[in-house]
């Protein structure tokens, strides 16, 4: 037995002189990396317009469900969210919704600090979720590429001018 | 060697259906060929290239369109051969070309034909680095969307518009790989059919407009099953709600009513019930009230008894429920007397004849109509009858050898032959173009003609083309012969069981004016309107459904159970709002006596009108289901007794999912933690839940079921899975019951009324896209349908001192004139829901001409 008391002395005592674990959090923030999976936001394109087309694969994406989107469509054609809500309530940060978005407008980026006292405060609109700039994705607009014009918008790269259905030369 | 043919697929014996091409036996056998051009409708064209598959002859492969090929006793096919599958999945990258990188904003994502079958074929990545073939849209309408970018080029559009529907102006344009699918200019689609396109379409050129801007992707809907209210026909919807509003009705496949296809009113027609024009709360004497006062106010009113106005619009359970409160002495049809003997006449007529239906005019030789705009009055019957104009055609190319699904063969083949099909109709038809007869005969001519037809058959004298159409009748394999309620006028109905009687082999098809008119008839009125009025003395109106304007009983006290704001409503002593068809479940008759169950289709709708009655006269616990209703019908009235099994009863187990297995966005709201917040609602009447919960797909029976759900395949295009065999009957048999059966015990028939012999003749005026003041309320059909007029011939106008546009009033009704040669002198056009509240001859000193403003 007293062998027993010896031997838990010594291993507590030798932590002594091992470096130090504590974080002083919240005094001091940690450095997280930019790929780091914590709060939610929408970003936007170069242009400043909504990337989010509501295409809704964010939502279906969700293991558990919290993310609700509602289309609604601009004059030119563009789809965006009327209203788009996510739960952090429920939300378990698996980063399914930013693989799913085939815009780029789902981000999830190393802010981890949600909590909250009340439920309702944890569920964000989308004046809560969008942000001002384009986040990690730089440079990328989905209507270039979308193959779907809207009003009034030039054929982008990769697309042809509008046929002739007149022209019968081959 | 057996009788019955067999090919072997990968190794695996099959047996097929002889005479059909091997991408049919194929689909029947349970292997989904995957395939874009050919549909179970419109048969083969081979424009796609993608149902290749490799078939093997004295041990030597090759590559053949299994919709292009027959199948063949003792074929042996290869789905699953590399070289098939390379070339299909060449196929998939080639048509990808050009098809826009776009399905997060097409609406057709995720029920995509296109979207399944490229991931089906494994193709992901694009290796063409050309720019993308560019098309301008047009607006095609308030119906539909057009996106011309994500056209794959496989003409099922302009072969349904064409070819099944009969329309003008869809057409084709352009050449070699610029082949534009659109009208000649920009406009709205005409045909009342157009709207089937957004489900023919299998990807996302055509869309439903009004669904795009309530949107919600598919797998986040709720779809429950439901029974169309726009006419008699009864075609089967699947009505889609997602946060308590109604966003999308599709087609439900029924083999023997409407097939693959529905009219747009009945498409678009059901969204009335999101509009503002629905009665939202209770009233007394137009003010609102708690729902409780009213039901107390109501209680008072029909304290010392009251008299019922049944509609042939609501269920049977609603108006079975109306009956057991008044009692049948007091049980009333919301139709003048006229029509409620029609009625009684068709019910007699159906009992004593073999009855057709659609599938059945949809496969007959020969056809007779007397008297009904098929087009207006019950649409999806016009187009089942436009496919009975192509019976010599499609019999023609059968005797040159030419298979029946190689379509444009056929059409090629057929020569343009018109199957031997007479109108005989007042006014000039829709159909008139592919009938092979159209003949034009005074409104009250219509029945004598048809009487004629009958005395020709049986060898009697007749005049000369009522002898040839009798010729053409008695030659026929399987004639059928059409009437109704559509013209208004006594006596067709009988001229055509008249007909039936005469021809050994043909099937007779009556269309009331309703969705449930024949289950009203079936129940038993005490008459109609006028009757009503009779015998009404002092005593109040209970008016389910029925707006009283305009009719005998406009000055009685009312309580009205309505689910539109009418003039009724807001005059009524009490107005209590009920729940439209689309909100609670229900039981109604179509016009072939097939007793069909509609399913609430949104959790949160008023109350259902049964339930309403009980609560004002006890008649069922407060706990009480569908069931019970039913339970008590099939006691006290033993011809309706069917009526209970055309649908799984409430408590069957397991119950049926209304909700995909991937609905999303369910927690976004809940506040982690609190259950009963995140508890679905219950549907008590269903046997369905408000849930991803319960049976799903395959595993529900077709009277519950919302549609296929196969692993793999999310679009309408996957249809023909769920069938017992192509455009046949669904696996587990078509939902409904026939509750019409030969030599039947029938209901007391109101006594028809004597019409005034005097005046001008009234024909009803059908309207495709509106028969019913509900259908000028929902958004998209609104803008569809056409203005209401009231037509005279020209010199009839004169006389009365009216002329082009002037405006006249007649029954209470402003109505700008429309003078039309085509209208027989003596005659006077209306619309048909106003024609139905005067009587069949008016005086034209009832027309009162006003002056302009």
């Not at chain 2, 301008?136 to 349904?160: K, S, V």
């Not at chain 2, 009858?385 to 699904?405: D, F, I, N, Y």
Request: proline share 7%; hydrophobic share 45%.
């Amino acid at each position: 037995m007293i062998r027993g008391i010896i031997q838990s002395l010594w291993e507590v005592g030798s932590k002594l002189w091992e470096p130090k674990y504590t974080a002083n959090y919240p005094e001091v923030k940690p450095e997280l990396p930019a790929r780091y999976r914590a709060r939610i936001i929408l970003s936007r394109d170069p242009d400043g317009a909504e990337r989010c087309v509501a295409c809704n694969l964010c939502a279906v994406a969700c293991p558990v469900d919290c993310i609700d989107v509602v289309k609604a469509e601009a004059e030119d054609g563009r789809w965006y969210p009327e209203t788009f809500r996510i739960n952090f309530a429920r939300c378990i940060f698996c980063g399914y919704c930013e693989e799913a978005c085939p815009t780029a407008a789902i981000q999830l980026i190393p802010d981890f600090e949600l909590a909250d006292y009340a439920r309702s405060s944890l569920i964000y609109d989308k004046d809560d979720l969008l942000i001002a700039g384009e986040g990690k994705v730089p440079g990328y607009r989905y209507w270039d590429v979308a193959g779907k014009a809207l009003a009034g918008q030039a054929p982008r790269e990769g697309q042809s001018a509008a046929v002739d259905l007149k022209g019968l030369a081959p | 060697m057996s009788d019955t043919p067999k090919l072997r697929i990968d190794g695996r014996e099959v047996t097929f259906r002889p005479g059909v091409d091997l991408l049919t036996a194929c689909i029947e056998a349970g292997v989904m060929v995957p395939h874009f051009c050919w549909h179970g409708a419109l048969g083969s064209v081979g424009a796609c290239r993608l149902c290749a598959v490799t078939v093997t002859e004295n041990g030597r492969d090759r590559i053949e369109m299994s919709c292009m090929t027959p199948a063949t006793d003792g074929m042996e096919i290869k789905l699953r051969d590399p070289e098939s599958e390379d070339f299909r999945a060449r196929v998939i990258e080639w048509l990808m070309v050009n098809h826009p990188h776009d399905c997060a904003v097409c609406e057709a994502g995720g029920a995509c034909h296109l979207q399944d079958m490229t991931v089906a074929t494994g193709h992901h990545a694009r290796r063409a680095r050309f720019p993308k073939r560019t098309h301008r849209n047009q607006d095609l309408g308030p119906l539909l969307t057009h996106e011309m970018n994500r056209c794959i080029a496989c003409y099922r559009c302009t072969r349904f518009y064409r070819g099944y529907a009969g329309g003008r102006d869809l057409d084709v344009f352009g050449a070699h790989d610029n082949v534009y699918f659109g009208r000649a200019e920009d406009g709205v689609l005409e045909s009342p059919f157009a709207g089937n396109l957004a489900e023919v379409c299998p990807t996302g050129v055509f869309n439903d407009k009004g669904w795009s801007k309530g949107y919600a992707r598919p797998w986040d809907m709720m779809h429950s099953p439901s029974v169309c209210n726009g006419c008699s026909v009864g075609c089967n919807l699947t009505i889609s709600e997602r946060h308590g509003r109604i966003r999308r009705v599709e087609n439900r496949y029924h083999g023997a009513i409407n097939g693959f296809f529905l009219c747009d009113r009945g498409r678009f027609g059901p969204l009335w019930v999101e509009s503002d024009a629905r009665l939202a709360t209770p009233l007394i004497r137009g003010a609102e009230v708690t729902p409780n006062a009213a039901l107390a106010a109501a209680r008072e009113v029909i304290a010392q008894g009251a008299i019922g106005i049944a509609s042939p619009r609501a269920s049977l359970e609603a108006n079975y429920a109306l009956r057991r409160l008044v009692g049948a002495e007091r049980f009333f049809a919301g139709v003048p007397d006229a029509e409620a003997a029609q009625d009684a006449a068709i019910v007699a007529a159906l009992a004593s004849h073999p009855i057709a239906s659609l599938k059945d005019i949809e496969t007959a030789d020969a056809a007779l109509v007397l008297g009904e705009d098929l087009t207006g009055h019950a649409p999806r019957a016009a187009l089942a009858l436009r496919q009975t104009t192509r019976a010599a055609e499609r019999a023609l190319a059968a005797e040159k050898g030419v298979p029946h699904w190689l379509d444009n063969a056929v059409r090629v083949a057929g020569e343009g032959r018109r199957a031997a099909v007479t109108l005989v109709t007042p006014l000039a038809d829709a159909l008139d173009g592919v009938a092979a007869r159209a003949l034009r005969r005074d409104a009250d001519a219509v029945a004598a003609f048809g009487r004629a037809v009958a005395a020709a058959l049986r060898g009697e004298a007749a005049q000369d083309d009522a002898r040839a159409v009798a010729a053409e009748l008695a030659a026929a394999e399987a004639p059928v012969v059409i009437a109704g309620a559509g013209l208004g006028v006594a006596g067709t109905v009988e001229a055509a069981a008249e007909v039936v009687a005469a021809l050994p082999k043909a099937r007779l098809a009556l269309f009331p004016a309703e969705a449930n008119s024949l289950g009203l008839a079936l129940m038993g009125v005490a008459g109609g309107l006028e009757a009503a009025a009779q015998a009404r003395g002092a005593r109040p109106v209970i008016a389910l459904e029925t707006d009283l304007e305009g009719t005998p009983l406009a000055a009685a006290q009312v309580v009205a159970l309505e689910a539109l704001a009418t003039a009724t409503t807001a005059g009524a002593q009490v107005a209590l709002p009920v729940a439209s068809f689309a909100e609670a479940a229900g039981t109604f008759v179509n016009h072939e006596g097939r007793a069909q169950r509609a399913f609430a289709a949104r959790p949160d709708g008023p109350p259902a009108a049964w339930r309403v009655l009980s609560a004002l006269g006890g008649l069922w616990d407060a706990d009480a289901r569908v069931d019970d209703v039913l339970a008590r019908l099939a006691e006290d009235l033993p011809v309706l007794a069917g009526a209970a099994e055309a649908a799984p009863g409430s408590g069957t187990k397991p119950c049926a999912a209304r909700a995909p297995r991937r609905y999303s966005g369910r927690t976004a709201d809940d506040l982690a933690g609190r259950v009963p917040e995140g508890m679905p609602p219950v549907d008590p009447d269903g046997g369905l839940s408000w849930s991803m919960e319960g049976a799903q797909g395959a595993a529900v029976d077709p009277a519950r079921s919302s549609g296929p759900a196969e692993d793999g395949l999310h679009s309408p295009s996957a249809a023909c899975l769920a069938q017992a065999y192509v455009g046949g009957p669904l696996k587990g048999g078509d939902p409904g019951v026939r509750v019409i059966r030969p030599g039947m015990e029938l209901a007391r028939t109101p006594d028809a009324p004597a019409h005034p012999a005097e005046g001008l003749r009234v024909i009803p005026l059908h309207d495709p896209f509106a028969a019913h003041p509900s259908d000028r309320a929902g958004a998209p059909l609104a803008e569809r349908a056409g203005r209401p007029v009231m037509r005279l011939h020209p010199e009839d106008a004169a006389a009365l001192g009216l002329s082009e546009g002037a405006l006249a009033t007649v029954a209470g009704a402003r109505l700008p004139v429309v003078c039309d040669a085509g209208l027989p002198r003596g005659h006077v056009g209306l619309p048909a829901a106003l024609s139905r509240r005067v009587p069949a001859r008016i005086d034209a000193a009832h027309i009162t001409p006003e002056d302009v403003q």
